[in-house]
């Protein structure tokens, strides 16, 4: 295959479609100053866009989702121009997005408020305690390629729902999707709290050095690069990096299910998905009859570029390097004694990789032990669950999981002894869009999680701690401090008994309260 490679001046980076190789645009490279500009920015309207309160930037959000919706298609065409992406496929970037943005404009306020809890301390006992959540000034938000509208929408609608300013850097091999992404908050007349900085890794680092929170997708190695950055200036970070996600089949699942499901949790987008199925273990006595229905609905796949007909299932690579790496994976481990029963090579087209399931796999292999990001499915036959479970956990990778079982016992049972992040039982990557829990990597996959429900807008903000007064306070004449006389106040000297009650009542919480509630001070807020 002849890689595409990318032509660029001093001051451009071009765009290619990765199916049939022709341009399909180009950005700017922002230089560091250039980013660093767009960083200042942000930060003289990022106050006023923090006081508009969760109410005021709700408005704003959906009026980016009927934005959004309204341009659906357009924002699907310039999915698929620079991914090639079946027309399935990149349709559900624009349409996860208008959910996201309504998740997050629905109940930022609930997930914003000021929370007051009760003093354990008696100590703290007079004091009314507060705990507000304010913003990161600017937020750096680092995507990878293989969801370019979509994957800027997971963390930047939080972070502008909890009131940051976002500064958005995309990868380089799918740029387009964000320029539109950025340009439509634009359009609907937003506050400029959204900027875009385009390039390669020198962008991305001057995005990292110019914002006070990085939210970064992208692979493992890459995620290092960034955690030792943001370490330098003691910047807090969260990672999404890399996976090698297990499917376990055991002997009592519905093998009609499980095959559907893993085929397509196997070969969506190509495989190129963070919590792709990568390899599978199944059970023994059912190995044979489960290879057989998951190798028949892969052959099923059609495979090809896409317009907007849905008339394929499966595209392209995103990258030229892709291919090579899953044919490396491919032929070491047939070289290895594995067998390709269908798929197995490139297709002598652009970027296409023919959907493969290997069999004969054993865990040694680097299609089972490093994160292939294509569309191949490794199966292994087990002895049992507990050499499922085993087989699963041996990995530096810890995203999510499958666990295909007719117990429902038995698959919760089995998720808790799993070390992922997350557990999917008779389904595939439907975590993914339960916004209410967290999603995270353990091990080598990750450092913090999105979503999650009041977690994912918080990870954006500051918690700031606020104590008050519950009792009166008094002048300094008041509170048996000499007054300018030589004497002491009479009034406070009347008091003296309510304050020793006070103070004697502190050998409790409930003492305290009580004490304070008979001396008369608790009526006060």
Request: with cysteine; proline share 7%; glycine share 8%.
């Amino acid at each position: 295959m002849t890689a595409i490679q990318p032509k660029t001046d001093a001051s451009t980076l071009a765009v290619y479609n990765p199916a049939d190789g022709r341009a399909v645009g180009t950005v700017p490279i922002d230089t560091p100053d250039a980013v660093a500009a767009k960083a200042r920015e942000l930060r003289l309207f990022q106050p006023e866009w923090e006081a508009l309160g969760p109410r005021g930037r709700k408005r704003w959000l959906l009026k980016y989702q009927e934005w959004v919706l309204d341009n659906a298609e357009h924002i699907s065409d310039v999915v698929q121009s620079e991914s090639a992406k079946t027309r399935a496929d990149a349709s559900g970037e624009p349409a996860v997005t208008a959910s996201l943005l309504d998740y997050w404009a629905g109940h930022a306020e609930q997930f914003l408020a000021d929370e007051h809890p009760r003093s354990f301390n008696p100590l703290a006992v007079t004091k009314k305690l507060t705990t507000t959540y304010r913003p990161y000034p600017v937020v750096g938000v680092i995507t990878p390629w293989n969801f370019p509208f979509l994957m800027p929408a997971v963390d930047v609608v939080a972070a502008l729902a909890a009131g940051a300013a976002v500064l958005l850097k995309p990868s380089e091999v799918t740029p387009l999707s964000a320029v539109e992404f950025v340009r439509g908050w634009a359009e609907v007349g937003a506050p400029p709290v959204l900027a875009l900085a385009t390039g390669y890794g020198d962008t991305g680092a001057a995005v990292i050095a110019n914002v006070d929170f990085v939210q970064f997708t992208g692979s493992t190695a890459t995620g290092r690069k960034v955690a030792v950055a943001c370490a330098e200036r003691l910047l807090p970070y969260s990672l999404e990096l890399g996976g090698k996600d297990p499917a376990l089949v055991l002997a009592d699942a519905d093998l009609d299910r499980a095959a559907n499901g893993i085929a397509w949790g196997g070969m969506y987008n190509s495989g190129q998905v963070c919590v792709s199925v990568e390899r599978v273990y199944v059970e023994a006595p059912v190995y044979d009859e489960f290879v057989a229905k998951l190798t028949e609905k892969v052959r099923l796949l059609r495979q090809g570029q896409d317009d907007r007909k849905f008339a394929f299932d499966v595209g392209p690579l995103a990258t030229s390097a892709q291919p090579d790496k899953v044919q490396r994976h491919v032929d070491e481990a047939i070289a290895a004694g594995a067998r390709a029963i269908t798929g197995g090579k490139p297709t002598g087209t652009g970027t296409f990789f023919e959907p493969t399931v290997l069999v004969d796999v054993d865990q040694s292999m680097s299609c089972m032990t490093e994160e292939t990001f294509g569309p191949i499915l490794p199966v292994v036959k087990v002895a049992d669950e507990v050499e499922a479970i085993r087989l699963a956990n041996d990995s530096v990778y810890g995203l999510s999981a499958t666990v295909w079982t007719g117990d429902k016992e038995r698959g919760e049972r089995i998720a808790r002894r799993l070390d992922v992040g997350a557990v999917n039982i008779n389904d595939v990557i439907s975590n993914a869009f339960a916004y209410d829990i967290p999603m995270g990597g353990w091990k080598h996959s990750g450092v913090g999680t999105r979503l999650g429900g009041a977690s994912g807008i918080l990870k954006y903000c500051r918690p700031q701690a606020i104590t008050s007064p519950r009792i009166p306070t008094w002048p300094r004449s008041r509170c048996g401090i000499p007054s300018h006389d030589g004497g002491s106040n009479s009034r406070w000297a009347c008091c003296a008994p309510r304050r020793l009650a006070v103070c004697a009542g502190w050998a409790s919480r409930r003492g305290a309260r009580s004490a304070l509630r008979e001396s008369g001070v608790y009526e006060q807020p």
